[in-house]
């Protein structure tokens, strides 16, 4: 299982001295660009393919509280994808040095064209290298009603202006 190690920061915290919700997402956000760079989708290698990650859903459990100066690993596991390789879902967890699960981030994600802002899908040699990662026990293949599994839709409004 990829992880990486951090350290609670000043600017990580919100005004009740909390681990902000902000800073469970930048730290989950930077853990998961890692683990795609280990799998060899680089920064470049995104601009070189003109794709760029896009979230559709994200969901955080918290479970314990993280403190200043805290240390804290955050794991990614893949927990499923579609076999066009168009969109996956990944499980990234916290956890204090000595294993302890201090919360959960559930996530769908995809790909863009940078070009024509469409949905587009992993590059090949790396969604090959993304299925030979570690994988959740709950891992499945997707298919598109998956990426709906909040039942949210879009509800769109008349403004006057």
């Given amino acids: 299982m990829f992880t990486k190690k951090y350290t609670v920061l000043w600017p990580d915290l919100d005004a009740n001295w ?13 853990a998961r660009m890692s683990f795609f760079d280990s799998i060899g989708l680089s920064k470049n290698k995104l601009e070189v393919h003109m794709r760029g990650p896009i979230v559709f859903y994200e969901h955080m459990y918290y479970y314990k509280e993280l403190k200043l100066e805290q240390d804290f690993i955050i794991s990614v596991e893949v927990d499923g994808y ?25 996530l769908i994600f995809g790909f863009i064209d940078l070009k024509t802002r469409a949905l587009s899908k992993f590059p090949d040699d790396e969604f090959e290298k993304f299925k030979t990662s570690y994988k959740t026990k709950s891992f499945k293949i997707m298919t598109k009603d998956d990426t709906r599994i909040s039942g949210k839709t879009p509800l769109d409004i008349k403004l006057k202006l």
């Fill in 18 to 30: 909390h681990f902000a919700n902000h800073s469970y997402i930048k730290y989950s956000a930077d």
């Fill in 82 to 106: 579609s076999n066009d390789g168009r969109f996956g879902r990944l499980i990234q967890n916290f956890y204090s040095p000595n294993g302890i699960n201090l919360a959960r981030l559930e």
